[in-house]
Nanobody
Framework: QVQLVESGGGSVEPGASLTLSCQVP????????MAWYRQSPGKQREMVAE???????FVPRSFKDRFTISRDNTKNTVNLHMSSLKAEDTGVYYC?????????WGQGTQVTVSS
């Protein structure tokens, strides 16, 4: 079973920045559109940013001013760069392909934004 491994989460204060990283197997990384998803308490999982293999980026309007995504082709990682974090950004962040593949879900990384 293939799993993607997320890291970089933590507890931060409102207004802080944080970068999350996802290690992706090369066979997936080289061809797939990758995305970051968020599971916030009491809410459905939502996509927060995606990046295609050609590095074309899409960030939903609700995150556009604060989140961006990048790929490191030398390390096969997909990174989520978050700034001006708010309490409502608290949640578990996952990476997966887009569309998602059930077998790729990893443990996620917890982000807690609190003063």
């Amino acid at each position: 079973q293939v799993q993607l491994v997320e890291s970089g989460g933590g507890s931060v204060e409102p207004g802080a920045s944080l970068t999350l990283s996802c290690q992706v197997p090369k066979m997936i990384f080289s061809v797939a559109t990758m995305a970051w998803y968020r599971q916030s308490p009491g809410k459905q999982r939502e996509m927060v940013a995606e990046i295609k293999s050609n590095e074309e980026i899409f960030v939903p309007r609700s995150f556009k001013d604060r989140f961006t995504i990048s790929r490191d082709n030398t390390k096969n990682t997909v990174n989520l760069h978050m700034s001006s974090l708010k309490a409502e950004d608290t949640g578990v962040y996952y990476c997966n392909t887009r569309p998602t593949v059930v077998d790729y879900w990893g443990q996620g990384t917890q982000v807690t934004v609190s003063s």
